[in-house]
Nanobody, 126 residues
């Protein structure tokens, strides 16, 4: 089972940037679908981006222009670059790994992902 550890969260002012990292314990992560999710207080966890085994990325409509998902296979690390942040981006961010190469038809399908990190908090102040 792949273990995932997120880092890079923090507190920033609106307009700032953060890069989240997700370190995987095994190189097998590079061959499966990986995703980033977020959960704001009082809201359900939602998918924001995913990337499949060949590096094809997708984004939710709400974050498409501000977030970039990428992965560094030799480093076994998944990234989420976040730019032009607004207070609406405040949430706990989680990375997740599936057991299959391809990502789910519907972005953000939580039950498709079997391994989850512990999350990293992002707080954006106005």
């Amino acid at each position: 089972q792949v273990q995932l550890v997120e880092s890079g969260g923090g507190s920033v002012q609106a307009g700032g940037s953060l890069r989240l990292s997700c370190a995987a314990s095994a190189s097998t992560y590079s061959s499966v679908c990986m995703g980033w999710f977020r959960q704001a207080p009082g809201r359900e966890r939602e998918g924001v981006a995913d990337i499949n085994n060949i590096g094809s990325a997708r984004y939710s409509d709400s974050v498409k222009s501000r977030l970039t998902i990428s992965k560094d296979n030799p480093q076994n690390t998944l990234y989420l670059q976040m730019n032009s942040l607004t207070p609406e981006h405040t949430a706990m961010y989680y990375c997740a790994a599936a057991e299959w190469r391809w990502c789910p038809v519907v972005l953000g399908r939580k039950d498709y992902f079997t391994n989850w990190g512990q999350g990293t908090q992002v707080t954006v102040s106005s």
